[in-house]
């Protein structure tokens, strides 16, 4: 039985796609690295018109792989609507749903999280009218906490269609940069549901450009409204302006990445969250171990362990650099997927990268230690050959 044969909003559906598409991530390692090498190959020089054929049959491979994702990503967040609106007390209310109910809304918004920063109010007629109200005087605390930015009311129908008015009136006498930073401002002060029915606006009367425009600029914003706002997006099927939004979010920094995890996940897109890791797989070694260990810093050890099994496919040189600059435990978690994963020729190859740091090596020893006796006497073999002490 298939995915597409399952009955959606079961925890048993919702786990066999997962499964499904972490199988299809690894897949699309192998395809980019094969990608890769196939590429540095061509480009040497060669004239092996074996190796152009293999190249232009991996980029099939990979085009047909992306695809798949984002098939198989779009199944995963619709079984995870349906179990939401299943779990779904009757009595709660809830937020705008946008362009996918018709713009109709269900009842009052409920609560999201917070952002990182207050944004700045839009203020005056260059906002047609559209403003944020002043969050009201609180009773000094005895014990000083920090303050929690109101969430943005919803906006009228009317609201919002006087604010894509402005955008395109100023766009059209000239005034192309008050327009963009119009838009840039409703990026990160509006509710998620309404920066979903702005960008709807825009996409169908507003300047060229400013839909997408606006749904990369709520990258700029928290984590939290950027996740809700990439929901309401593939709910609405705005699906361009989504895939602009996702990837403005490939830029977040490695110290705010986790954050950003965790709100994919609390509005259904955790097959996004894994994409995002396999992206960050490919970082330069200094970056992806620092998100190695932001990731479990923030308590998300398993996406941090995921993360470098992701990378462990990358060449042996780079993956020695990035194991000399993560802690003993993590390193440690990079070896074993080394010694597991790659061939002993590799393996050689990266255990000469870790000789700087004779706590790193050792604890590549006892991962090669760790194997199977036949796959630990390669390793060993290679080690030795390679002129590498093996213990």
């Given amino acids: 039985?298939?995915?597409?044969?399952?009955?959606?909003?079961?925890?048993?559906?919702?786990?066999?796609?997962?499964?499904?598409?972490?199988?299809?991530?690894?897949?699309?390692?192998?395809?980019?690295?094969?990608?890769?090498?196939?590429?540095?190959?061509v480009q040497s020089g060669t004239t092996d018109p074996e190796l152009h054929r293999q190249l232009a049959q991996i980029r099939t491979l990979r085009d047909g792989l992306g695809s798949r994702h984002l098939e198989l990503s779009e199944?995963?967040?619709?079984?995870?609507?349906?179990?939401?609106?299943?779990?779904?007390?009757?009595?709660?209310?809830?937020?705008?749903?946008?362009?996918?109910?018709?713009?109709?809304?269900?009842?009052?918004?409920?609560?999201?999280?917070?952002?990182?920063?207050?944004?700045?109010?839009?203020?005056?007629?260059?906002?047609?009218?559209?403003?944020?109200?002043?969050?009201?005087?609180?009773a000094p605390d005895p014990a000083p906490q920090q303050p929690q930015p109101q969430a943005p009311e919803p906006r009228s129908a009317a609201e919002l269609a006087a604010l894509a008015a402005r955008i395109t009136a100023l766009h059209r006498r000239g005034s192309a940069q008050e327009s963009a930073a119009v838009t840039a401002q409703a990026a990160v002060v509006l509710a998620p549901g309404d920066v979903a029915r702005l960008i709807a606006l825009l996409r169908t009367e507003g300047p060229p450009g400013a839909a997408g425009y606006l749904a990369r600029a709520v990258a700029h914003g928290a984590a939290g409204p950027a996740a809700a706002t990439l929901a309401e997006l593939?709910?609405?099927?705005?699906?361009?302006?989504?895939?602009?939004?996702?990837?403005?979010?490939?830029?977040?920094?490695?110290?705010?990445l986790p954050a950003l995890l965790a709100a994919l996940e609390q509005v259904g897109l955790s097959a996004d969250g894994l994409t995002l890791l396999w992206e960050w797989g490919s970082a330069p070694p200094a970056e992806l171990?620092?998100?190695?260990?932001?990731?479990?810093?923030?308590?998300?050890?398993?996406?941090?362990?995921?993360?470098?099994?992701?990378?462990?496919?990358?060449?042996?040189?780079?993956?020695?650099?990035?194991?000399?600059?993560?802690?003993?435990?993590l390193a440690d978690a990079l070896s074993q997927r080394v010694a597991r994963l790659r061939s002993p020729s590799d393996l050689a190859q990266y255990a000469a990268g870790l000789t700087a740091s004779p706590a790193h090596y050792q604890s590549l020893l006892a991962a090669v230690g760790a194997q199977d006796e036949i796959r630990a006497r390669a390793a060993l073999a290679a080690l030795r050959t390679a002129g590498l002490p093996i213990r």
């Fill in 1 to 41: 039985m298939t995915v597409r044969d399952l009955d959606p909003g079961t925890t048993e559906d919702v786990q066999a796609l997962r499964t499904e598409l972490d199988e299809l991530l690894r897949a699309r390692r192998y395809a980019a690295q094969r990608e890769h090498r196939l590429t540095e190959a």
């Fill in 75 to 138: 199944r995963l967040l619709a079984l995870e609507d349906h179990r939401r609106e299943q779990d779904a007390v009757p009595a709660q209310r809830r937020r705008p749903t946008g362009a996918r109910f018709g713009g109709a809304y269900e009842e009052s918004p409920a609560p999201q999280p917070a952002p990182a920063v207050a944004a700045a109010p839009m203020r005056g007629a260059r906002f047609a009218g559209v403003t944020v109200p002043e969050p009201e005087p609180q």
């Fill in 234 to 256: 593939r709910r609405g099927g705005l699906a361009e302006e989504a895939a602009a939004l996702f990837h403005a979010l490939w830029g977040y920094p490695a110290t705010e």
């Fill in 289 to 329: 171990a620092a998100l190695a260990g932001c990731l479990r810093a923030a308590g998300r050890a398993e996406d941090a362990h995921r993360l470098l099994h992701q990378a462990a496919g990358r060449r042996p040189g780079e993956l020695a650099a990035t194991a000399l600059q993560l802690d003993l435990q």
